[in-house]
């Protein structure tokens, strides 16, 4: 298994351009997320998925959207890039049966560095 | 609002040694809590975690503890070994319309010297 897979690594943007980050999984997991992670800070959550056609936004939307059309795919996409985004995103994925019957382990890609001038 | 916090940027043990890495959360509807550990230029990986009704949970030389009436968690690492130098995330989850989603704190860097 490939795990969580992310492209691209590493991405410059300029101002009011738009880009998809694009993640895979193949385990099969229900659940996906996208974080994003500022220097010094920890991990916030962007937009989560608990099935294909199903998302939900998480603590900082604003400026992103998401699709889920497969179980394995969850693409994160930008519109108008402003320097604010610049981050490193990180998408996960997990496997849940519902609350209180699965874990809450989520399984990590190795992240897509963004930097938008 | 902070609802996970680790309030130690950084921790430097020699090797051998035991490392503690505390983590505190203000939010009484976490009821499950993990420890990630993660590389440079790597994404975070599952470390250890504790159900709210447990207060100890232990997976080799990794010790997780929770005190819920103080809001506080710890990572104890006996011995530390160089490879554990990494950044620590904590991070919590609560149940209900909240489940599945976790929120992380910002990260504690640990140095293992040799």
């Known amino acids: 298994n490939a795990g969580v897979t992310q492209t691209p690594k590493f991405r410059i943007l300029k101002i009011g351009q738009s880009m998809t980050l694009q993640c895979a999984q193949d385990?099969?997991?229900?659940?996906m997320y996208w974080y994003r992670q500022d220097p010094g800070m920890g991990l916030k959550l962007i937009y989560y998925?608990?099935?294909?056609?199903?998302?939900d936004k998480g603590e900082v939307p604003n400026g992103y959207n998401v699709s889920r059309s497969t179980t394995e795919d969850f693409p994160l996409r930008l519109e108008l890039a402003a320097p604010s985004q610049t981050s490193v995103y990180f998408c996960?994925?997990?496997?849940?049966?519902?609350?209180?019957?699965?874990?809450?382990?989520?399984?990590f890609g190795p992240g897509t560095r963004l930097t938008v001038t | 609002d902070q609802q996970v916090k680790q309030n130690s940027p950084s921790l430097s043990v020699q090797e051998g040694r035991i490392s503690i890495l505390n983590c505190d959360y203000t939010?009484?509807?976490?009821?499950?809590f993990l420890w990630y550990k993660k590389y440079p230029a790597e994404g975070p990986t599952f470390l250890i975690s504790?159900?709210?009704?447990?207060d100890k949970n232990e997976d080799g030389r990794f010790t997780v503890f929770l005190n819920k009436s103080a809001k506080h968690l710890s990572l104890h690492i006996v011995p530390s070994q160089p490879g554990d130098s990494a950044v620590y995330f904590c991070?919590?989850?609560?149940?209900?319309?909240?489940?599945?989603?976790?929120?992380f704190g910002q990260g504690t860097i640990l140095t293992v010297h040799p």
């Open positions: 996960a994925s997990s496997y849940s049966r519902g609350p209180g019957t699965g874990s809450y382990e989520q399984y």
């Open positions: 939010n009484s509807m976490f009821d499950y």
């Open positions: 991070a919590a989850s609560a149940g209900g319309t909240s489940y599945g989603k976790l929120t």
């Open positions: 385990m099969n997991h229900n659940y």
């Open positions: 998925s608990v099935g294909a056609g199903i998302t």
């Open positions: 504790i159900s709210s009704i447990k």
